[in-house]
């Protein structure tokens, strides 16, 4: 019997068939009672069928290449794991990043699956529906990833067992927390524009590729595999949250507006949450491959802007708060560590004082900024630590009604003055960090006054841990602050001194003789 | 001009997807960091499928690039042939 054989499919055709070709629309309904959620922020969208998906990637495809990256990755988690693989780091102040990492980042790939969960139900055609849904399938496998690396250090070493209780509560912790916050309670598009672009484009470019391939530098496989396994779906978000907007644009030139509002709003809630990120790669990965800065440039202020020049086609012009950005690139690392080391009863991670090497890296890397302002500030502290007064700030921190960072950024165009702004909305006083916030506060108020600020409301006695009586005589707000946020309290401190410097010095000697 | 960028995690089969890209597209600029490459051409940067086949002596296709993929910057087009990042500036 003669076989006709068919011709294999392009992959144009095989995406078609095996994802549009499968949508229908309803019939019992209409497609917008079905879809309520895409007009009310007021996008237009004329014809669904116009998104591109540049990927192409069909289901199948995708099971296939995932639990190919997972067995990579559980492979080579066993292998360090099996080796001892924690004492093959840097130094044991390494390990203190993976605590704020383990702590600020898991909870936020939760929340991102749980926002392409609803897009993935949210969006009307097909192309978004599908790149959404695995998209929440990837997110999901970060957050689960993420937490299995980490796990074998938590057997080790202190502060990393409470971190999902930390997370709703922890002063420092809120501004990840609030950036997704914002980004899932706004519709469907927004959330496209804060994550598929501020979060994946500006953040984890400098999250999991400078940052991570620092972690392989120091030694630490596990942080290298997990980290470089997820960004590798990141390429997949990045070019999906860039789709999104270009299809927003090419719709309806009513778009443009509202679209550009987001991309301010965003590049500069992305930017505030880097501070941290970048302060990890400036003061707590003991070897360094490149400055938060060089990476910024890299990252952010060329290929940020190669998108903004490329979007200029559609009427797009580069976010307002980029000059701010570019200026500040150059102090905000420095701040960051300052704030932190200077609040040593206050997170589940050690701090320290850059040893003289590190400090000289650091004049190096921020010419103009470090020996001038931070530098003096470094030194005085260590003076005093080594005197037997070590910094401890003891009161609650103030944070920025918008983005949650506590204050501690500076005026523009001055570095020794502290930036604060203010607004009044309902006869109530709002304060914020920078101009930026301000606005998307002034934008939105309704929304940003509900912002849980936990070094607020611990005054009002809403931080207590539970049976606490607040309205007893002698109730002091705060004083139970530990308890609540549940902090281990061996993993308070100065880095010196630290039950981990001790445990890493004394097992990495049994590591290398009998 | 704008920098179309592509970066891969350091491996067997990401060696010789840059040595193709190196091949097809003149002016690629290699900057080398510990266990990544990243891999910077002006405006449009392109993998062409027959010249990873080439380097890897077996078939590849394209779509494999996503197990070693780390980022990447610039509109993409993916075809059973190409994998293209370009900037319009």
Same mark, same amino acid.
């Given at each position: 019997m003669d076989m006709k054989v068919a011709k294999k499919l392009g992959l144009k055709e095989r995406y078609a068939l095996m994802t549009r070709d499968?949508?229908?629309?309803?019939?019992?309904?209409?497609?917008?009672?079905?879809?309520?959620?895409?007009?009310?922020?007021?996008?237009?969208?004329?014809?669904?069928?116009?998104?591109?998906?540049?990927?192409?990637?069909?289901?199948?495809?995708?099971?296939?290449?995932?639990?190919?990256? /997972?067995?990579?990755?559980?492979?080579?988690?066993?292998?360090?794991?099996?080796?001892?693989?924690?004492?093959?780091?840097?130094?044991?102040?390494?390990?203190?990043?993976?605590?704020?990492?383990?702590?600020?980042?898991?909870?936020?790939?939760?929340?991102?699956?749980?926002?392409?969960?609803?897009?993935g139900r949210q969006?009307?055609?097909?192309?978004?529906?599908?790149?959404?849904?695995?998209?929440?399938?990837?997110?999901?496998?970060?957050?689960?990833?993420?937490?299995?690396?980490?796990?074998?250090?938590?057997?080790?070493?202190?502060?990393?067992?409470?971190?999902?209780?930390q997370q709703s509560r922890m002063w420092y912790l809120s501004d990840g927390k609030s950036f997704f916050d914002d980004a899932i309670t706004a519709g469907p598009f927004e959330f496209m524009v804060a994550i598929g672009f501020a979060f994946e484009y500006v953040l984890t470019n400098i999250l999991f590729v400078p940052f991570i391939s620092g972690a392989?530098?120091?030694?630490?496989?596990?942080?290298?595999?997990?980290?470089?396994?997820?960004?590798?779906?990141?390429?997949?978000?990045?070019?999906?949250?860039?789709?999104?907007?270009?299809?927003?644009?090419?719709?309806?030139?009513?778009?443009?507006?509202?679209?550009?509002?987001?991309?301010?709003?965003?590049?500069?809630?992305?930017?505030?949450?880097?501070?941290?990120?970048?302060?990890?790669?400036?003061?707590?990965?003991?070897?360094?491959?490149?400055?938060?800065? /060089?990476?910024?440039e890299m990252y952010v202020e /060329?290929?940020?802007?190669?998108?903004?020049?490329?979007?200029?086609?559609?009427?797009?012009?580069?976010?307002?708060?980029?000059?701010?950005?570019?200026?500040?690139?150059?102090?905000?690392?420095?701040?960051?560590?300052?704030?932190?080391y200077m609040k040593p009863q206050a997170t589940p991670f050690h701090t320290w004082i850059p040893t003289p090497d590190e400090m000289d890296w650091l004049s190096e890397k921020y010419p103009n900024t470090f020996d001038k302002y931070y530098r003096p500030v470094l030194e005085h502290l260590d003076a005093q630590e080594k005197a037997g007064n070590r910094f401890d700030n003891k009161t609650a921190p103030m944070n920025c009604q918008v983005c949650v960072s506590t204050m501690k950024f500076n005026e523009p165009g001055d570095p020794m003055e502290m930036c604060f702004r203010e607004s009044i909305y309902q006869g109530e006083k709002f304060h914020t960090c920078?101009?930026?916030?301000?606005?998307?506060?002034d934008n939105e108020p309704e929304k940003y006054i509900?912002?849980?600020?936990?070094?607020?409301?611990?005054?009002?006695?809403?931080?207590?841990?539970?049976?606490?009586?607040?309205?007893?005589?002698?109730?002091?707000?705060?004083?139970?602050?530990?308890?609540?946020?549940?902090?281990?309290?061996?993993?308070l401190g100065d880095f010196n001194g630290s039950d981990d410097q001790k445990n890493f010095a004394a097992w990495r000697e049994q590591a290398t003789k009998n | 001009m704008s920098n179309a960028f592509i970066a891969f995690q350091k491996n067997d089969d990401s060696r010789c997807i840059i040595e193709a890209i190196l091949d097809d597209n003149p002016g690629a600029m290699v900057d080398d960091q510990p266990s990544m490459v990243k891999i910077d051409v002006p405006n449009r940067l392109v993998i062409k499928r027959e010249t990873v086949t080439e380097k890897m002596g077996r078939e590849f296709d394209l779509q494999e690039l996503q197990l070693h993929l780390i980022t990447i910057s610039g509109n993409l087009d993916e075809t059973d042939d190409e994998f293209t990042l370009t900037w319009n500036s």
């Open positions: 499968l949508a229908w629309d309803t019939t019992y309904q209409p497609m917008d009672k079905v879809f309520p959620q895409t007009t009310y922020e007021g996008i237009k969208i004329h014809d669904w069928d116009k998104w591109e998906d540049p990927f192409r990637l069909t289901m199948d495809a995708y099971w296939k290449y995932q639990s190919e990256k /997972e067995r990579k990755l559980y492979a080579i988690l066993d292998g360090f794991n099996q080796n001892n693989g924690h004492l093959s780091v840097t130094d044991a102040r390494y390990i203190n990043v993976l605590k704020l990492f383990l702590g600020s980042t898991p909870p936020l790939e939760l929340m991102a699956a749980r926002g392409f969960s609803m897009m969006m009307n055609g097909a192309g978004p529906r599908v790149a959404c849904q695995m998209q929440a399938v990837d997110e999901y496998r970060h957050f689960q990833t993420q937490i299995h690396s980490i796990s074998n250090y938590n057997k080790y070493y202190n502060g990393m067992d409470e971190f999902a209780h392989a530098y120091n030694g630490d496989m596990a942080a290298m595999t997990v980290g470089f396994s997820a960004q590798s779906d990141e390429a997949r978000h990045m070019t999906l949250g860039l789709e999104c907007i270009k299809f927003m644009l090419e719709q309806d030139p009513d778009n443009l507006p509202i679209v550009q509002r987001w991309i301010d709003k965003w590049t500069w809630r992305g930017t505030r949450k880097l501070a941290s990120v970048g302060m990890m790669m400036d003061y707590m990965l003991p070897k360094r491959i490149m400055s938060f800065k /060089e990476a910024w /060329e290929n940020g802007g190669a998108l903004f020049k490329d979007l200029a086609r559609y009427g797009i012009t580069i976010p307002k708060c980029f000059g701010q950005t570019i200026e500040e690139k150059e102090h905000v690392t420095h701040q960051s560590w300052i704030g932190f920078s101009d930026h916030c301000k606005e998307i506060f509900q912002t849980f600020i936990s070094s607020h409301q611990v005054l009002q006695g809403n931080c207590e841990p539970d049976g606490t009586d607040v309205n007893a005589a002698d109730f002091k707000p705060g004083q139970n602050m530990l308890d609540y946020w549940k902090l281990d309290k061996r993993a | -």
